[in-house]
């Protein structure tokens, strides 16, 4: 089953550029349209070489304007699907660092949120994320404040507090949503990554039971 085409997201706020329903010019259009299939390619997990054709495509539209800014936008989005599948970069974001100097302060204060840290500055933050960014993130803190109708924020905020608080000290709730939401979506990517982090909470916790349920999801997910 393909892969639901990403809706507008409270991260994507980041990432407007032009407003629907107004003339845009082929730029505008095709960059849009590159960054949602590279997006969605990721998060379904299909061969990486059809993300970088796309996130290619995306980047070269992108440049035609000369505005690095748009660049670094572009490149938090990609950076954001990675940390939704929980593939972090101990360097941060390093296509985005490049840009850094020309982005504007909202998108590198973005760009910490995104590697696991309180930003400096966390007004800057979408709204969404700017309620998360700080404390425990726990299950229920994170449903009432990302709906399931934003399927990809909800997965971001759910990456940085892993990557904040690690799998030992995550409320296992959260690692539960993500299953959930991932699984809703059929992103298979988030999908098998949170069932590892499930998996092994229950593990530590003593509960075979549940690692073993959610060992045959993760088999399901695999193929095997």
């Known amino acids: 089953m393909r892969s639901k085409a990403l809706a507008p997201t409270s991260i994507l706020v980041l990432l407007i550029i032009g407003c629907a329903g107004t003339p845009q010019p082929d730029w505008q259009l095709e960059s849009r349209s590159a960054l949602d299939r590279a997006t969605t390619a990721w998060l379904a997990g299909n061969n990486t070489r059809v993300v970088e054709v796309d996130a290619a495509r995306a980047r070269a539209e992108l440049s035609r304007t000369g505005r690095p800014e748009l660049l670094a936008r572009a490149e938090l989005l990609l950076c954001a699907a990675r940390v939704a599948a929980l593939e972090f970069d101990n360097n941060g974001c390093p296509a985005f660092e ?78 539960l949503l993500a299953i959930d939401t991932a699984s809703a979506q059929g992103w298979r990517r988030p999908l098998l ?31 095997r």
């Open 98 to 175: 490049v840009l850094a100097q020309d982005a504007g302060a909202a998108e590198n204060a973005y760009a910490e949120y995104l590697a696991g840290k309180v930003p400096a500055r966390v007004e800057l933050l979408p709204e969404a994320q700017r309620g998360l960014a700080t404390g425990a993130v726990t299950a229920e803190r994170l449903a009432a404040t990302i709906k399931a109708d934003d399927p990809l924020a909800r997965l971001v905020a759910a990456g940085t507090a892993l990557r904040r608080e690690g799998d030992r000290r995550l409320d296992r709730g959260v690692a």
């Open 193 to 223: 990554a949170w069932l590892h982090i499930g998996i092994r909470q229950a593990e530590a916790a003593g509960d075979e039971k549940e690692a073993e349920r959610l060992g045959r999801r993760a088999a399901v997910v695999s193929g």
